[in-house]
């Protein structure tokens, strides 16, 4: 099961969100309305995957993103936002965001999308610690040859 936490200032889009996701029955998902409560959820639970809103009260999204990044830069995270201006899109993969999701068009076909970018980060994620895993084990070997 994929734990999910899932940001959002709109209490609508938070139960439809649940309920699209947790449907599929590969999903868990949490859900809260402000960000500074997402830090919190995020310190006492680990999640495979955020996602978040741009338009939020007291803290935007990409302030969120920097926040959670410098917490935690191997979290994927995901900005789904119905604000869909370009310079948002831009300045949240700029700021570690692993896709960027437009609100709108067909609920089915919005959620889907976000479902498999949510696998795809993970995925992603995982490779790259494995990648990890391997380089530091190639050095470690090379540095115990050269000792």
Same mark, same amino acid.
């Given at each position: ?12 889009? /938070?139960?439809?969100?649940? =309920? #699209?996701?947790?449907? &599929?029955?590969? #999903?868990?998902?949490?859900? &809260? ?28 999204? =990409?302030?969120?993103?920097? &926040? ?19 310079? =948002? ?9 692993? #896709?960027?999701?437009? !609100?709108?068009?067909?609920?089915? =076909?919005?959620?889907?999308? /976000?479902?498999? !970018?949510?696998? &795809?980060?993970? !995925? ?24």
């Amino acid at each position: 099961m994929i734990s999910v936490l899932f940001v959002h200032n709109a209490p609508v889009i /938070l139960e439809i969100s649940k =309920i #699209f996701l947790e449907r &599929t029955g590969e #999903f868990e998902v949490d859900t &809260t309305r402000l960000a500074i409560d997402a830090l919190e959820q995020l310190k006492a639970r680990a999640y495979d995957a955020v996602v978040s809103d741009y338009d939020m009260p007291v803290m935007n999204g =990409i302030e969120f993103l920097k &926040t959670v990044r410098s917490n935690d830069p191997d979290i994927p995270f995901i900005m789904f936002s119905g604000l869909g201006e370009v310079g =948002i899109a831009a300045d949240a993969l700029k700021n570690g965001a692993d #896709f960027y999701i437009s !609100k709108g068009g067909s609920p089915k =076909i919005m959620y889907m999308d /976000l479902m498999e !970018k949510i696998k &795809t980060a993970l !995925k992603q994620r995982e490779k790259e610690g494995r990648g990890e895993w391997l380089q530091n084990s190639v050095n470690h070997q090379a540095l115990t040859k050269q000792g």
